[in-house]
């Protein structure tokens, strides 16, 4: 995916790969299920940000899509943002699915994008998807 949206922007596009496995762990040891997604994509967002200052990054961009899953209702992602300082961007946060799909296969990432991957494993059966920041925070405490 990096390769191709280098081609596409005409500019390098650096990818990170950072294991991400031992922190699942600890999120499903000592927290409440329910808030496995948000703590989860809370840390990411930390990870995220401080990789974008070392980069001087003026910005986070994600794919989020408005209520595709459980982290990216309105209210979770306020929670998960809360976390850093720094602008996350979501060019895709409005679309449809199909109009996502549509861009991809027009720029040539839809069939990099459903390659099989690993599925996570800390999935809970009833996420949460108004969470309170002040119940994310106790749980939190925990870790």
């Not at 449809?96 to 990099?112: N, Q, R, S």
Request: hydrophobic letters at 40%; one cysteine or more; charged letters at 25%.
């Amino acid at each position: 995916m990096a390769e191709k949206l280098s081609s596409i922007s005409g500019k390098p596009v650096k990818m990170y790969i950072v294991n991400h496995g031992n922190n699942q762990q600890e999120i499903m040891k000592k927290t409440t299920s329910r808030y496995r997604c948000v703590l989860c994509k809370r840390l990411m967002f930390r990870i995220a940000e401080k990789i974008a200052v070392n980069e001087k990054a003026d910005f986070i961009i994600t794919g989020d899509n408005l209520g595709q899953v459980a982290s990216q209702t309105l209210q979770n992602m306020a929670v998960i943002e809360s976390v850093i300082k720094i602008l996350v961007l979501r060019p895709v946060l409005c679309n449809d699915k199909v109009e996502t799909i549509k861009i991809a296969k027009e720029i040539g990432t839809y069939d990099i994008s459903i390659q099989a991957s690993s599925c996570c494993g800390a999935l809970p059966d009833n996420p949460v998807t108004k969470a309170k920041r002040d119940n994310v925070e106790r749980e939190e405490g925990k870790l």
